[in-house]
């Protein structure tokens, strides 16, 4: 009896046993009717998912609204988002952005809810990758067949055909790169190439590109398109470069064409280039060249771009012997100046004066300040002194203190005004026993063959010196000089546009003494008619 009982028990226990196996395999049965298709098991996405998940209405949740998902990445799940459900379907899909998430290894789960909040339990997926970081590019260069390697962004090329472009590319997501491209278009965006570059060497990527067909003279804009395999893309990376097979030109006058050997000779050269300027480094030439031999001769002025396109220009001049009279012009004098200095500026711009100064202290010019009206270029600025007359002066100026010669290139035609402030020793003018305020600069008029005092404004004084201004709208010869008037000679004094000659004390006391003999002869005439009546 004790033995049917036993059995008895192992039979129940045994039923039992079996059917709490069978409810557990119809629970995980019905759990796992709830799927999430998207996102899948060991796969990438980046920047959004379209995510999905399937259900069974009669075992799963009645009437689902809508499926909640959630990441986990370091043991917290997370809510990326809710999707709406589809009864009629048996599914809950949307699109749900995960590029504010870091790039990774992540699980994911769904719990879907009914309108009475009712809920499924935790269905997970994992592990599944996500990467929203585009590759980077970096380090582009262009090598050229010679094998010249330009870095950087706006570079120039010249009578060049074949250009290998290089790039160096890297993801630092956990996505690899999946393919690079160079895209060449004009600067107005006209497409002129697109391929794929070649991956040399890990991330190296290069593309030889022939530009003999297309336009050379012009700007190109290169752009890497970089994307990696998750579809991540790059292409914000554009440099430029310029190709320029032109050889620039210029504009190389000499003036005056013809000279005598004690004249001078003005040159000057204006190299242009339209696409990427000139470089001023590279123009040579000989501003004034030699006029020591007689007979017709040839200068040359050599000039350069950026894209290392050079040209050169040449212009004749003509030095004609001392007695010639067919020379135009002779415009120095055969005395070496006392002192003579140079100035050159590149840009003078008509809101930025420029001034010459640090002249020697022998000097009789303190600085002289220019400023023009409109941009001028290459303007050069050449002072000499001369203790004495130039002989290029046809007349002297009595009790002269310096004489000065000031001659421009680029400049006559677009001088504005310039202040030149002089200079004179106070020991010279007390020998000369005049006044500070009756020492004035004078400028020779060359038609009338005279000089002209210019308006001349005592400034300041030093231990050694008078400084004066004075206002000029044009440069030519110039002398420092009294303006007091000796007894032996006329001194022209400029009142406007008219020049007059004051009379000396010595003409004055002629005039009276004739004018008094005048009368005293018609005194005496007068007398002798009373007598012989």
Known sequence: MILENKRGCKKEILFLIGIFVIVFFCLNSISATVNITVPRNLTNYTTSITFNVSYNTSSDISAPVNASFYYNYSGTWTLIGAVNCTEAYFSC?????????????????????????????????????????????LNYN???????????????????????????????????ISSVYFNISYSNGTQINYTAAINVVLTNYTLMVNLTNV???????????????????????????TLDNTDPTATFDCSPDSVTPSGTIDCTCTPA?????????????????????????????????????????????????????????????TQTPTTEKENIWATIAPETPVIMQDFVDASGINQIQIEVSSVATNVQLIVSEYSSKPSAVSVSQFNSYKYIYVNTLNLANKLEKAIMKIKVEKSWIAEK????????????????????????????????Y?????????????????????????????????????????????IVTAGLLVIIAVIAIILSKKKRK
Do not use: M
Request: hydrophobic share 35%; glycine share 8%; aromatic share 12%.
């Open 466 to 510: 008078y400084y004066y201004s004075i206002e000029l709208d044009s440069f030519s010869y110039f002398v420092i000089a009294p303006l007091a008037v000796s007894s032996e000679e006329t001194v022209p004094v400029t009142t406007g546009e008219e020049t007059t000659a004051t009379p000396t004390s010595a003409w004055i006391w002629i």
């Open 93 to 137: 899909n949307g699109t749900l952005g995960i590029s504010n998430l870091y790039d990774g290894l992540y699980n994911v789960s769904v719990i879907l809810a009914n309108a009475s909040n009712s809920v499924t339990p935790r269905v997970i997926n994992s592990p599944v990758r996500f990467d929203s970081t585009a590759p980077s590019v």
């Open 273 to 333: 280039d339209n696409l990427i300027g000139i470089d001023n480094s590279l123009t040579t030439y000989t501003s004034h060249p030699s006029v020591s031999t007689v007979g017709t001769h040839t200068v040359t002025c050599t000039y350069g771009d950026f894209a290392g396109n050079t040209g050169s220009s040449t212009t004749t001049y003509t030095i004609l012997s001392a007695g010639d009279s067919s020379a135009t012009i002779t415009t120095t004098t």
């Open 215 to 241: 336009s050379s003279n012009a700007v190109y804009y290169i752009t890497a398109y970089a994307n990696d395999t998750l579809n991540n893309l790059n292409k914000s990376e554009i440099f430029q470069i």
């Open 433 to 464: 026993g005049i006044e500070k305020e009756n020492v004035a600069l004078f400028k020779f008029d060359e038609s009338a063959e005279r000089w002209n005092a210019l308006t001349t404004t005592f400034d300041s004084e030093d231990a050694t």
């Open 142 to 176: 262009v090598k050229l067949t010679n094998g010249t390697i330009g870095y950087g962004n706006g570079l120039n090329y010249s009578g060049v055909a074949l250009y290998l472009f290089n790039v160096s590319v890297n993801d630092s997501g956990i996505g690899n």
